[in-house]
Antibody
Framework: QVQLQESGPGLVKPSQTLSLSCTVS??????????WNWIRQPAGKGLEWIGR???????KYNPFLKNRVTISVDTSKNQFSLKLTSVTAADTAIYYCARVPTSGRLGFDYWGLGTPVAVSS | QSVLTQPPSVSGAPGQTVTISCTGT?????????VHWYQQLPGSAPKLLIF???YRPSGVPDRFSGSKSGTSASLAITGLQPEDEADYYC????????????FGTGTKVTVL
């Protein structure tokens, strides 16, 4: 079955860059039918979509984060990655990767377990 | 920045029916974008509960149902069970600001 797994440092210093990866198994990231996404959730708060990437490398980002976010894909590793620059305490959250079909009618159907990231000196 | 509004909490006794509303605007739900619902159990990742406004993925009990009208959507849980105690989020697409996926503010369901 489809599985997504996030990985990366759990602690990042303020003003530095947060880097996470999502490894996909049970599905090919070069699928033409899906977008691959990053979503985050601060402790005790709601979900915030960060951005998505398509197998071609085409991206779309949350306009509220756009200047700080880069999502890239490594098809050889069946993996996609997130970089968030100039982090502050407000970026402390659980970060999830998730898949969504390109049709737009099916929702985020598979999620990773999430990885907590704290921004602190 | 949640642009879909949900009640912070709802509660009900086992066997009762609870309904969660999700209110949007003309740039998301009202623009005919589909609404999806997620269940998040404590300490877990969200799980897709309803897609395309009213369809259940395989394995989701039929006591969960969704509907949409105008700029709002609703999730109903009939025959509430103790294991339904969780946070629930609606989600759609918003065409403003270049387009982005948006989530609701979230609703905590408590089984009394």
């Amino acid at each position: 079955q489809v599985q997504l797994q996030e990985s990366g440092p759990g602690l990042v210093k303020p003003s530095q860059t947060l880097s996470l990866s999502c490894t996909v198994s049970g599905a090919s990231i070069i699928s033409s039918s899906h977008y691959w996404n990053w979503i985050r959730q601060p402790a005790g708060k709601g979900l915030e979509w960060i951005g998505r990437i398509y197998t071609s490398g085409s991206t779309k980002y949350n306009p509220f984060l756009k200047n700080r976010v880069t999502i890239s894909v490594d098809t050889s590793k069946n993996q996609f990655s997130l970089k968030l620059t100039s982090v502050t305490a407000a970026d402390t959250a659980i970060y999830y990767c998730a898949r969504v079909p390109t049709s737009g009618r099916l929702g985020f159907d598979y999620w990773g377990l999430g990885t907590p990231v704290a921004v602190s000196s | 920045q949640s642009v879909l509004t949900q009640p912070p909490s709802v509660s009900g006794a086992p066997g009762q029916t609870v309904t969660i509303s999700c209110t949007g605007t003309s740039s998301n739900i009202g623009a005919d974008y589909d609404v999806h619902w997620y269940q998040q159990l404590p300490g877990s990742a969200p799980k897709l509960l309803i897609f395309g406004n009213s369809y259940r993925p395989s394995g989701v009990p039929d006591r969960f149902s969704g509907s949409k009208s105008g700029t709002s959507a609703s999730l109903a849980i009939t025959g509430l069970q103790p294991e339904d105690e969780a946070d629930y989020y609606c989600q759609s697409f918003d065409s403003s600001l270049g387009g982005l996926y948006v989530f609701g503010t979230g609703t905590k369901v408590t089984v009394l």
